[in-house]
């Protein structure tokens, strides 16, 4: 114990040192980090309030079809937590040079676990706890719940609901690496996304929201009886819906049935992290060394062949050859880019297929505009996560060796610029295609059609530039790991100005919608006048989006090095 | 070749480099020299472009490096003290990086690659990645993509940290060729025995500022009047 607070204390030293230095950078990046977060869980508390009002008392679905809700919006939490710990854990318990020096150091494996659990679940978790905590006040405000819910549920069932997340993620990781020692590394990573993608889709098979809703319509207006049969049993089994079902009992005033189920996710928790110290204490020292062989023996002798040779002559002059080449190679030789890269592939294919089958069938023009806007917004937020993930960290990859590209002649605004069109254009085509897919149900209504097409060009390029732009100048060139880069204070940052985007995006759209929808609904030829304002607006701000972003990144590229 | 004048850089009220002056003709080795700290590395930084001077002005081959720094850059090449290289990339594939983004042409690299590899004894290693070198392959690989282009200006930090007796060897049989060659060589080293071997002027910078600066010769007649030691004109400069 002695040992982990030693260690804890001086770490704590080192993070707030660097991170209350006085220098006008980083108090710019704080005041800006603390209006965007004020902003970003304020929005996030009124949003949630707004909508738990609108499912109680106008669309009037009751109390226990938004707890159902709020469980499969919780089961993806969780998963969120799960795959983040998973990342992150990857990064600070094996590939971090933190870690090779402490295991010379004599420091049991065990405490040296601890401290990297604890700095993984906070680095991975903290902004998601973040979002959880404004919704937390958003849904208590609603339904007026005393100060003591919010300490008990951010005690009894979030803390144990993130841990039972975080620890499962970490134990399956030690596991994994260990039998990665035996089967090989890919054998290991393609189990693991087909092992997971399935968990996925089970239990949204299981779960079934599509029959929930239509079973639950089918007593409508008394939809808060008749629910004993929509719960699948396996559902009842997961942390998800026992936090879920607490809330709901809780808003019912059955304390018996709110004890039982916070019970069950504490112990649950307590036996997950048990489970993962018991795990740690025998396989972590092992799953180590066994990362270092797969390390040592994965096959780095060669100098590639094929179209993205060096050796072979470009198309391109010389620079823009050799750049889009390092480009292409840094990215797909580094596991950690491309399984990420390949995981939210699937997940754009799940999406793109399972949007295909969806009908916008009601019509109510209220539904069909909160609808549309549902899933245009659900594409612009992958589109941020995409970009995040991978825009965002572009240009502090380059590390420390852009001391070679800084020396060189060359332009630093051609490197820029580069990196912005390798961003673009993949971006911009899986952008069309989750927007070709997700108007499919709405083809025939060909002004949409036409907005959304044509609007959501302007949106990736703004949510790129936005990215690219806040990553060239909170570059971090020391840090190596990519995924720490798009979880850093920047990052964050950019995430919550391209959540605000949204915002705007939405508040742009909704009104020229709902007056379309509505007009069709009457079948009264619609003015297109109102769409021309807004998209006017829209694609104003966008533009001012895309020229501060480059005019930041672009100052920021000329910096000292 | 290379000239610094009323060169200065302030880091918030630290002052790092103090009015630095100097001038190499063609051909000329200088060794730059001096304590930890004293301002040597960002010097160089500045002359290759990656820090911008709060004050002066930098002439490479004629080029001011904040006006033509693409023609400045063009006539350098640079070793830098930490030998940073893409660790995903193997040497051979950032030797061809490097020559793509000096514009070298497309036909001639291959040849003139082969050429460094076999001048710096980078053998067998160069097809692996980089993330499996040593310090002292790094440096080498870092060395050869520094010749690639056949540069005028050689601007090299600490070049001989991490390397094996028999690749320093080889770096400094390659430095004297280059010199004798005409190519112009600012080195920063805090090898005294290295300095005096190779160059043919030396500077010892203090503070940010220069405190000595002449050629090998004067530093011979002004050792006479210490113990005969180049380390005690050091120490007693820079005490």
């Given at each position: 114990?002695?040992?982990?607070?030693?260690?804890?204390?001086?770490?704590?030293?080192?993070?707030?040192?660097?991170?209350?230095?006085?220098?006008v950078?980083?108090?710019?990046?704080?005041?800006?980090?603390?209006?965007?977060?004020?902003?970003?869980?304020?929005?996030?508390?009124?949003?949630?309030?707004?909508?738990?009002?609108?499912?109680?008392?106008?669309?009037?679905?009751?109390?226990?079809?938004?707890?159902?809700?709020?469980?499969?919006?919780?089961?993806?939490?969780?998963?969120?937590?799960?795959?983040?710990?998973?990342?992150?854990?990857?990064?600070?318990l094996?590939?971090s040079k933190?870690?090779?020096?402490?295991?010379t150091k004599p420091v049991?494996h065990?405490?040296?676990?601890?401290?990297?659990?604890?700095?993984?679940?906070?680095y991975?978790?903290?902004?998601?706890?973040m979002?959880?905590?404004?919704?937390?006040?958003?849904?208590?405000?609603?339904?007026?719940?005393?100060?003591t819910?919010?300490?008990?549920?951010?005690?009894?069932?979030?803390?144990?609901?993130?841990?039972?997340?975080?620890?499962?993620?970490?134990?399956?990781?030690?596991?994994?690496?260990?039998?990665?020692?035996?089967?090989?590394?890919?054998?290991?990573?393609?189990?693991?996304v087909?092992?997971?993608v399935?968990?996925?889709?089970a239990?949204?098979?299981?779960i079934?929201?599509?029959?929930?809703?239509?079973?639950?319509?089918?007593?409508?207006?008394?939809?808060?009886?008749?629910?004993?049969?929509?719960?699948?049993?396996?559902?009842?089994?997961?942390?998800?819906?026992?936090?879920?079902?607490a809330?709901?009992?809780?808003?019912?005033?059955?304390?018996?049935?709110?004890?039982?189920?916070?019970?069950?996710?504490?112990?649950?928790?307590?036996?997950c992290v048990?489970l993962?110290?018991?795990?740690?204490?025998?396989?972590?020292?092992?799953?180590?060394?066994?990362?270092?062989?797969?390390?040592?023996?994965?096959?780095?002798?060669?100098?590639?062949?094929?179209?993205?040779?060096?050796?072979?002559?470009?198309?391109?002059?010389?620079q823009?050859?050799?750049?889009?080449?390092?480009e292409?190679?840094?990215?797909?030789?580094?596991?950690?880019?491309?399984?990420?890269?390949?995981?939210i592939?699937?997940?754009?294919i799940?999406?793109?297929?399972?949007?295909?089958?969806?009908?916008?069938?009601?019509?109510?023009?209220?539904?069909?505009?909160v609808?549309?806007?549902?899933?245009?917004?659900?594409?612009?937020f992958?589109i941020?996560?995409?970009?995040?993930?991978?825009?965002?960290?572009?240009?502090?990859?380059?590390?420390?060796?852009?001391?070679k590209?800084?020396?060189?002649?060359?332009?630093?605004?051609?490197?820029?610029w580069?990196?912005?069109?390798?961003?673009?254009?993949?971006?911009?085509?899986?952008?069309?295609?989750l927007?070709?897919?997700?108007?499919?149900?709405?083809?025939?209504?060909?002004?949409?059609?036409l907005?959304?097409?044509m609007?959501?060009?302007?949106v990736?390029?703004?949510?790129?530039?936005?990215?690219?732009?806040?990553g060239?100048?909170?570059?971090?060139?020391?840090?190596?790991?990519?995924?720490?880069?798009?979880?850093?204070?920047?990052?964050?940052?950019?995430?919550?100005?391209?959540i605000?985007?949204?915002?705007?995006?939405?508040?742009?759209l909704?009104?020229?919608?709902?007056?379309?929808?509505?007009?069709?609904?009457?079948?009264?030829?619609?003015?297109?006048?109102?769409?021309?304002?807004?998209?006017?607006?829209l694609l104003?701000?966008?533009?001012?989006?895309?020229?501060?972003?480059?005019?930041?990144?672009?100052?920021?590229?000329?910096?000292?090095f | 070749?290379?000239?610094?004048?009323?060169?200065?850089?302030?880091?918030?009220?630290?002052t790092?480099?103090?009015?630095?002056?100097?001038?190499?003709?063609?051909?000329?080795?200088f060794?730059?020299?001096?304590?930890?700290?004293?301002?040597?590395?960002?010097t160089?930084?500045m002359?290759?472009?990656?820090?911008?001077?709060?004050?002066?002005?930098?002439?490479?081959?004629?080029?001011?490096?904040?006006?033509?720094?693409?023609?400045a850059?063009?006539?350098t090449?640079?070793?830098?003290?930490?030998p940073?290289?893409?660790?995903k990339?193997?040497?051979?594939?950032?030797?061809?990086?490097?020559?793509?983004l000096?514009?070298?042409?497309?036909?001639?690299?291959?040849?003139?690659?082969?050429e460094?590899?076999?001048?710096?004894?980078?053998?067998?290693?160069?097809?692996?990645?980089?993330?499996?070198?040593?310090?002292?392959?790094?440096?080498?690989?870092?060395?050869?993509?520094?010749?690639l282009?056949?540069?005028?200006?050689?601007v090299?930090?600490?070049?001989?940290?991490?390397?094996?007796?028999?690749?320093?060897?080889v770096?400094?049989r390659?430095?004297?060729?280059?010199?004798?060659?005409?190519?112009?060589?600012?080195?920063?080293?805090?090898?005294?025995?290295?300095?005096?071997?190779?160059?043919?002027?030396?500077?010892i910078?203090?503070?940010?500022?220069?405190?000595?600066?002449?050629?090998?010769?004067?530093?011979h007649d002004?050792?006479?009047?210490?113990?005969?030691?180049?380390?005690?004109?050091?120490?007693e400069?820079t005490?």
């Amino acid at each position: 114990m002695k040992t982990i607070l030693h260690i804890v204390w001086y770490k704590a030293l080192s993070f707030f040192k660097t991170t209350t230095q006085l220098k006008v950078a980083s108090i710019t990046k704080s005041i800006a980090s603390l209006f965007v977060f004020g902003g970003f869980a304020l929005a996030a508390y009124f949003f949630t309030y707004n909508t738990i009002q609108y499912i109680m008392e106008v669309a009037d679905l009751g109390s226990f079809l938004l707890h159902r809700f709020l469980s499969m919006l919780l089961y993806v939490f969780f998963l969120s937590i799960n795959i983040g710990n998973i990342i992150v854990s990857y990064a600070t318990l094996y590939r971090s040079k933190e870690t090779e020096f402490f295991f010379t150091k004599p420091v049991p494996h065990l405490s040296l676990f601890i401290i990297k659990f604890l700095d993984n679940f906070f680095y991975s978790s903290t902004t998601l706890f973040m979002i959880a905590l404004a919704v937390l006040f958003g849904y208590g405000e609603y339904f007026q719940l005393p100060w003591t819910f919010y300490l008990n549920t951010l005690l009894f069932l979030f803390l144990p609901f993130m841990l039972i997340a975080a620890s499962l993620g970490v134990t399956a990781l030690m596991v994994l690496m260990k039998i990665a020692g035996r089967i090989g590394i890919k054998a290991t990573l393609i189990s693991l996304v087909v092992g997971y993608v399935g968990v996925v889709i089970a239990y949204f098979k299981l779960i079934n929201p599509a029959k929930l809703v239509t079973g639950v319509m089918k007593h409508f207006p008394y939809t808060d009886q008749y629910f004993g049969y929509l719960d699948p049993p396996a559902s009842t089994f997961l942390p998800n819906h026992w936090m879920a079902e607490a809330l709901y009992w809780n808003l019912k005033g059955e304390t018996a049935r709110v004890i039982t189920n916070t019970a069950i996710l504490v112990l649950v928790a307590v036996c997950c992290v048990s489970l993962m110290f018991f795990i740690a204490r025998k396989l972590y020292y092992k799953s180590w060394l066994s990362f270092l062989e797969l390390k040592a023996h994965s096959e780095t002798n060669a100098t590639a062949n094929g179209f993205f040779s060096f050796a072979k002559k470009s198309m391109f002059e010389p620079q823009t050859a050799v750049l889009i080449k390092k480009e292409f190679w840094q990215f797909f030789r580094e596991p950690s880019q491309w399984i990420h890269l390949a995981i939210i592939m699937l997940l754009i294919i799940v999406f793109v297929a399972s949007i295909f089958q969806l009908t916008l069938g009601t019509n109510q023009p209220y539904l069909q505009t909160v609808s549309y806007l549902v899933m245009y917004v659900f594409n612009v937020f992958l589109i941020i996560s995409v970009a995040l993930r991978f825009v965002y960290p572009l240009m502090s990859t380059e590390g420390l060796s852009f001391w070679k590209i800084r020396s060189a002649p060359i332009t630093l605004n051609k490197v820029y610029w580069l990196k912005f069109l390798l961003a673009v254009i993949p971006i911009l085509v899986a952008n069309e295609i989750l927007m070709i897919a997700s108007h499919h149900a709405i083809a025939h209504h060909q002004m949409i059609v036409l907005t959304g097409l044509m609007t959501s060009v302007f949106v990736a390029l703004s949510i790129i530039s936005m990215n690219l732009g806040t990553g060239t100048f909170f570059a971090d060139y020391r840090e190596t790991n990519p995924i720490k880069i798009s979880s850093s204070q920047g990052a964050t940052l950019t995430f919550l100005m391209s959540i605000a985007y949204l915002v705007f995006l939405i508040a742009m759209l909704s009104f020229p919608l709902f007056g379309y929808f509505q007009m069709a609904y009457k079948h009264i030829p619609y003015s297109s006048a109102m769409f021309f304002v807004s998209i006017g607006v829209l694609l104003l701000g966008s533009t001012i989006v895309i020229l501060v972003s480059h005019s930041i990144g672009l100052k920021g590229m000329k910096r000292d090095f | 070749m290379i000239k610094l004048h009323q060169l200065t850089k302030t880091f918030g009220s630290f002052t790092a480099v103090n009015n630095l002056s100097l001038e190499l003709k063609q051909g000329e080795f200088f060794g730059f020299l001096g304590p930890n700290g004293a301002g040597k590395t960002t010097t160089i930084k500045m002359m290759t472009g990656l820090f911008a001077p709060t004050s002066g002005q930098i002439i490479i081959n004629g080029f001011d490096i904040q006006k033509n720094s693409f023609e400045a850059k063009l006539a350098t090449g640079f070793i830098p003290d930490q030998p940073f290289l893409y660790e995903k990339l193997t040497g051979k594939e950032f030797l061809f990086f490097s020559a793509g983004l000096y514009k070298l042409n497309h036909g001639m690299t291959s040849e003139r690659i082969e050429e460094v590899i076999d001048m710096l004894e980078l053998g067998s290693w160069i097809d692996r990645r980089a993330e499996d070198y040593s310090q002292g392959m790094r440096q080498r690989v870092c060395i050869a993509a520094a010749l690639l282009h056949r540069p005028k200006v050689m601007v090299v930090d600490e070049p001989m940290v991490g390397l094996d007796p028999r690749s320093a060897h080889v770096v400094k049989r390659i430095f004297k060729e280059l010199s004798q060659q005409g190519v112009t060589i600012f080195m920063s080293t805090h090898s005294l025995p290295v300095a005096e071997e190779l160059c043919d002027r030396i500077g010892i910078i203090k503070d940010g500022e220069l405190i000595f600066n002449n050629t090998i010769e004067a530093l011979h007649d002004y050792k006479q009047q210490f113990d005969g030691k180049f380390e005690s004109v050091f120490l007693e400069l820079t005490k």
